[in-house]
């Protein structure tokens, strides 16, 4: 019998920057079976001193915004500029329709084949519209690997960009002239999020309707309260498929995280993050625990029938179960 891949080869393999290693070491994350978190956990335990290096930069616009291209001008700016880049696209859709997978895969073509780009497809777990609960892990892998810039795609529709800046250093915001956002009612929720803000496809023929649109953002901008101390957010036009304006965005990213190192937001944010994946874990854990002993997995079942068909408060049913679960 072959011998089992171990934690020590993750490591090794995630140390010489070995792309097959590291995608393999995601996927192990990714695993929702017992044994595999057990082994995803020594192996994130093992990787820990080499992670906290990147910096980790969340994308987020409606569907066809031009999140994708951004990503692929834009790491190549930032290769060229000495730095390794990892993409971890998640695509919402691709429980649905499994070939925006591969529609993505396409667009970040060239990007896909610089030896110091990483792109980790789509998950496919379907989790709170498509973000994997684990991308805050699969982030460390990609970090303990040497990659300076972590870029994670995610479609502003729903739950998805909540999750996004959980884990991320800096959220990005693309933009598109008329490009339906007001309508879907997420344009203020992301507005809070923001950090910077690109209007993508801008060109002659646009560009005034452009610049009427960053006078209305940036209106909108002066009744929010700033999330960060001394930033005012760039609003900055161009085009991710001309390489319009992303030099600007590259420099604004490095000057906005030099701003955050000297707050000491930097490493603040970063440790209330962790702290709310731990709660995220505990929850997880717990649920987990529930579910292997077929008693309490039961009773979790008649508890949530009692919640979902109103019968009773959904408050009240998790807090017996909770009990039960304690005293067993
Ligand atoms: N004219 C123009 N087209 C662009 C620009 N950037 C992206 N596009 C086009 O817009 C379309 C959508 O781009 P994507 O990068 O796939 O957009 P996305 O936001 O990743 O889309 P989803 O992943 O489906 O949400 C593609 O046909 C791109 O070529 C731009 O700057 N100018
Ligand atoms: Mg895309």
Redesign the pocket.
């Known amino acids: 019998m072959a011998k089992q891949f171990g934690i020590e080869d993750y490591v090794k393999g995630i140390k010489a920057g070995d792309k097959r290693i590291l995608g393999k070491a995601i996927t192990l994350i990714e695993s929702k079976k017992p044994e595999h978190r057990d082994l995803a956990d020594k192996l994130l335990k093992a990787i820990l001193p080499m992670t906290g290096n990147s910096v980790r930069i969340g994308i987020t ?12 001008t834009f790491g190549k700016l930032a290769i060229e500029q000495g730095k390794k880049v990892a993409v971890l ?1 998640v ?1 919402p ?1 691709s429980t649905l329709n499994k070939g ?1 997978i591969l ?2 895969k396409t ?1 970040m073509e060239e990007l896909a084949k610089n030896p110091n780009a990483f792109i980790r497809p789509s998950p496919t777990s379907g989790f709170l519209g498509g973000v994997a609960n684990t991308t805050y892990e699969s982030l460390l892998i990609c970090e303990a690997a040497g990659y300076d810039y972590i870029l994670i ?1 995610t ?1 502003g529709v729903g739950q998805s960009e909540i999750l996004v800046n959980d884990i991320t250093d800096v959220f990005l915001y ?1 933009k598109i002239i008329g490009g339906g956002d007001e309508l879907q009612g997420i344009k203020r929720g992301i507005m809070e999020m923001a950090d910077l803000i690109f209007i ?4 002659a023929e646009n560009l005034a309707k452009a610049k009427l649109t960053k006078t209305e953002l940036s209106r909108a901008l002066q009744f929010i309260t700033p999330k960060e101390k001394g930033w005012k957010v760039p609003i900055i036009l ?5 390489n ?1 304006g992303l030099a600007e965005v590259f420099e604004k990213v490095e000057e906005f995280i030099s701003l955050k190192k000297k707050n000491g937001t930097f490493l603040e944010n970063r440790k209330n993050q962790a702290e709310k994946r731990f709660e995220f874990w505990v929850k997880e854990y717990i649920l987990e625990k529930a579910k292997i002993d077929h008693k309490l997995e039961i009773s979790y079942l008649e508890h949530q029938k009692k919640a979902s068909e109103l019968v009773s408060n959904a408050s009240s049913e998790a807090r017996e179960f909770v009990k039960k679960l304690f005293e067993n």
Do not use: C, Q, Y
């Open positions: 616009g409606v569907p066809g915004a031009g999140k994708s291209t951004f990503i692929e696209a695509d859709s925006s529609g993505d667009r795609e479609v693309l993508n496809k801008v060109d161009g085009s991710a498929l001309k319009e």
